[in-house]
């Protein structure tokens, strides 16, 4: 099992310390920095501090160095932002010292978005991706379409805050076969299932197919409310989507 020492990164070490109380989120957080490198656990440690310059300067630093994207969004930005949601969920900062952080996030997210976007490749499928009505979160939106773009697919991203009669007006304008639906907040899931209603009502169900993500958002939440799909991550996402898409998957 992984131990708290095998975290080079000071800081980080004291965050986990200090502010991660409940025993799997320690042990799920010490592994995860146990095996990173100190390159990204310093991403994560100024991603946590709300310091966007320095999380854009290491970032930069680390792609240039020929560290892979994948591993700096994961073990880097996504690593710490896990740290910071735990520390918001606990009271332990509160909703200006996350938004610091999201601006982080976002610094870093800046020199990610142009790699994992830039496959090349010809478009296999146009999505469209919003974040539900009444909810503002659209960090992990973010990266599934920075993701999927990467992948190849032409995705219209329509925001947060969106209305069911947003979410059909564009899959009527672009008549893209997929939309994906993400929601933060538990008050806020149940407006996937209200815009896949007015899907129904508006005689288009059978036109799109529906994914849906978000981290309340599960499975058995996803089939409740008759969506074709769930994915848990931002991969996940890129592999729903061309399955429902019926894109052959290269393994
Ligand atoms: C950052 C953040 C904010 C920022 C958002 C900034 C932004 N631009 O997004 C700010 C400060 C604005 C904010 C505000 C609020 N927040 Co907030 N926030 C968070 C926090 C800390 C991190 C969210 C995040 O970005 N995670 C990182 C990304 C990468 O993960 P992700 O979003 O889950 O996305 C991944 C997957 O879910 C999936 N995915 C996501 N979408 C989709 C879509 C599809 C189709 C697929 C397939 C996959 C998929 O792939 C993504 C990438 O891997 C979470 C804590 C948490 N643990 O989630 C709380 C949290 C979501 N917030 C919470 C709350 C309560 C609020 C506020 C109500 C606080 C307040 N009192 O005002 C407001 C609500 C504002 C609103 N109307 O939306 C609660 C929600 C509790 C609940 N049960 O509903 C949480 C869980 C914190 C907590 N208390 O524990 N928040």
Redesign the pocket.
Known sequence: MAEITDITNEFIRQEIEEYIERPEERERTIKTFSKSRPEMQAIAAALIDGDNDTVSQLTRQALDAGIEALEVMDYGL?AG??I???K??QNFIF?PE??A??RA?KAGMAYIEPILSAAGIDPIGTVI?GTVK????????N??IMMLRGAGFVVHDLGVDTSPDKFIEAVEETKAPLL???A?????MPNMGKTIDAFIDADLRDEVKI???????TQEFADDMGADG?????L??VA?AKSLLGVEVKS
């Open positions: 996504i932002m896990g910071v949601g735990i918001f969920r909703v996350v938004l952080c999201a996030m991706m009444g909810d503002l979160h659209d960090i992990g939106k990266l599934c994906g639906m993400s933060l907040l538990t008050t806020t994914m849906v993500g978000g981290a309340p958002v769930y994915g848990k991550d931002a996940a996402c729903l």
